[in-house]
């Protein structure tokens, strides 16, 4: 009986969700936890589209994948101002991919910037220095250990458990969390692209550009035939040799993947360049590799081509919503029996905080998952 109600109390609220306009603005928060300006989520409709592993090979979502979907969206797992303004996991890391445009002014340098070890969440973190990162895309996580821009962290569950604990000031998270967590996170996947195979090269769908771009990717550099850009991002290893390197941006930072990068600006662990072009120039120099203007602009094209995928964003649906519901409700009925704290989905348990948003209602999250393969080509 309780999971029929909730089904039915939140599908409704996701039919009145379905009900805006396509068109409709960004969500500014208004919650004075928050300083005046901050923004947390981006179009309302159109999202990033999210895909599962699991679902990919034809398989279904279990219990423990149901579990962490929940609490990704769920504020509870926080504590202290984070708790207070409604925000999740989800508000960083829309649908599993980044957010480009989170802005919490004085915490962050530009749109898609947040300083994960300031005061404002956590005193207990602050180390003192305005250092803003940028949100990282969570698709392929599992590939792309170690974790934190510099590495710092070995295993996904201790990430997870950093981020809930030292930068939101959340309470120490049970196994179950933990377990619950990690496990979704572990199953976002990477957008299928057609232009690259299985092994990252590029297709005949990829402009000639790119082609001439992805010799140039592969070419020992003038200064060290030891070296290029494909030593470090390392094509059938998803573009990532899990190593920390000294690029010339302040210190030693790990190898980013470059599929689906194309919708992960802005770029570096400071996010200091916007475009593909900006990065493929920061490198020229650093490394004095001599490119002419046209071999900068065929790298940049290149990049474009590896990290684009064939459905970025996918227009969420009243079906989708539902279809999500009806996976959260199962949870509740396992999980509350089995001793997890209500408060921890108190969306659908409890009345929200003011301010707040239900995660399922909520402007960031609900959209379709196709099913796919990927790579394609």
């Not at 592993?53 to 979907?69: P, T």
């Not at 940028?134 to 250990?145: E, H, V």
Request: proline share 7%; glycine share 8%.
């Amino acid at each position: 009986m309780r999971t029929q109600q909730v089904i039915l109390a939140a599908s409704i609220a996701a039919m009145l969700f379905a009900a805006a306009p396509a068109d409709a603005a960004p969500v500014i928060s208004k919650d004075a936890t928050l300083p005046v300006g901050s923004e947390l989520n981006a179009e309302l409709l159109n999202q990033p589209t999210e895909m599962f592993s699991m679902e990919m090979a034809g398989g279904k979502r279990s219990y423990l994948f149901n579990l962490g979907d929940m609490l990704f969206s769920s504020s509870a797992i926080f504590g202290g101002k984070a708790r207070e303004a409604g925000m999740s996991c989800n508000s960083c890391h829309r649908q599993g991919a980044n957010n480009a445009r989170l802005f919490v002014p004085g915490h962050s340098s530009k749109p898609g910037t947040f300083d994960t070890s300031g005061p404002f969440f956590n005193p207990k973190a602050d180390n003192g220095i305005f250092d803003p990162v940028t949100t990282p895309s969570l698709r392929g996580a599992k590939y792309l250990a170690p974790y934190g821009h510099d590495g710092r962290i070995a295993s996904l569950r201790e990430f997870v458990r950093n981020v809930i604990v030292n930068e939101f000031a959340g309470a120490e998270p049970s196994g179950q969390v933990l377990d619950g967590l990690v496990a979704y996170i572990n199953e976002i996947s990477f957008l299928p692209n057609e232009k690259i195979t299985s092994d990252g090269k590029l297709t005949a769908k990829a402009p000639d550009a790119a082609r001439r771009g992805e010799a140039l990717f592969n070419k020992p550099f003038r200064r060290d035939a030891s070296m290029s850009c494909a030593t470090c991002h390392v094509g059938n290893a998803a573009f990532v040799d899990r190593k920390v390197h000294d690029i010339g941006s302040g210190g030693f930072f790990k190898t980013k993947t470059l599929l689906n990068a194309k919708f992960n600006a802005p770029y570096f662990h400071d996010g200091r360049y916007d475009t593909f072009g900006e990065v493929v120039a920061h490198f020229d120099r650093h490394f004095d590799l001599g490119l002419t203007p046209a071999e900068r602009d065929d790298l940049a094209a290149y990049l474009d081509a590896l990290g684009d995928a064939d459905q970025p964003f996918t227009q969420n649906t009243v079906q989708a919503e539902i279809d999500e519901l009806a996976q959260f409700a199962s949870v509740l009925d396992v999980a509350i029996p089995a001793g997890i704290p209500k408060s921890s989905f108190w969306p659908w348990t409890r009345s929200a905080p003011s301010g707040a948003r239900s995660p399922r209602n909520s402007p960031t999250r609900g959209t379709p998952r196709p099913r796919a393969a990927w790579p394609s080509g």
